[in-house]
């Protein structure tokens, strides 16, 4: 994706936002969580009626919402619903969620091997995209910024950018390349929900939704015990959360860690530096 592909989505993803009058609560969201304030009660801004819309708006744009789930559901069964029934129903879910269960799909690697993919079905997915929306400004305002993956108006050119700054200008010569092997599928489930609630996160009835989606029964597997599934709309966000810790304890290392010797401007430029 070139930068000027990816600056026409975020527009797009601004206009819609802007759209369904919400763009604004985001913004708050992300301003309060910057200042450490701590959030109890989520649910009501997820189900309203603007969220519900917009998750909507955003499933359908998306080429993966024909993909069915294990209830071969699709897009286009929703929007037969029409928005007020669609509303009520998130908000009927929600009230008392019990996902429906995960399709497993397996996908070929170039190694040979198979990546295991957990397909949640279409409802499960538009669920999933409300919550989303409305943690993601919370959690973006505590990760790192030079973390690249998974995160709005981030990319690859902007990942490549920084290497370049550090390996050429900072003259820095070594790269560490760290693989975790089966991630997605090694998530502990308490850990996790510690890390959100740890992120400002306390509203106790969205962490047990999010504590039953980690649950939701995989297709010819049964309950998981450990893992988030790979192909979940909410599952980038989550390793994100994940990963936080591991991102600023090595920004702490080897980054952002308190010099012995302070720099100070005014001494470096004061003028008997120039006699």
Request: hydrophobic share 35%; charged share 25%; net charge positive.
């Amino acid at each position: 994706m070139t930068d000027q592909t990816a600056k026409k989505r975020e527009n797009k993803v601004l206009r819609r936002n802007e759209y369904y009058a919400i763009q604004d609560v985001f913004d708050g969201l992300y301003a309060k969580s910057k200042q450490g304030a701590i959030f109890t009660d989520f649910m009501s801004l997820i189900t309203s009626p603007q969220n519900i819309a917009l998750a909507y708006r955003r499933i359908k744009r998306n080429k993966g919402s024909r993909t069915p789930g294990t209830n071969m559901g699709t897009i286009e069964q929703i929007a037969e619903r029409g928005n007020d029934i669609l509303v009520d129903y998130v908000q009927r879910r929600l009230a008392n969620y019990k996902p429906h269960p995960v399709r497993r799909v397996m996908i070929p690697k170039d190694n040979g091997k198979e990546r295991p993919l957990g397909i949640p079905t279409i409802e499960d997915r538009l669920i999933q995209q409300c919550i989303l929306q409305v943690m993601e400004p919370i959690c973006e305002a505590k990760f790192h910024k030079h973390s690249y993956g998974f995160r709005p108006n981030r990319n690859t050119h902007h990942a490549i950018s920084r290497f370049r700054f550090l390996a050429f200008t900072v003259k820095l010569e070594y790269v560490v390349d760290i693989d975790i092997k089966g991630f997605f599928d090694n998530v502990d489930h308490s850990k996790l929900l510690k890390q959100i609630w740890s992120l400002g996160i306390h509203d106790k009835n969205l962490l047990c939704v999010i504590s039953k989606l980690l649950k939701a029964p995989i297709q010819g597997e049964g309950v998981p015990s450990k893992g988030t599934p790979q192909g979940g709309i909410l599952s980038p966000l989550l390793s994100n959360i994940v990963l936080n810790e591991l991102d600023w304890w090595i920004s702490n290392q080897w980054e952002t860690f308190p010099s012995k010797f302070p720099y100070r401007w005014d001494e470096v430029h004061s003028p008997e530096c120039f006699k």
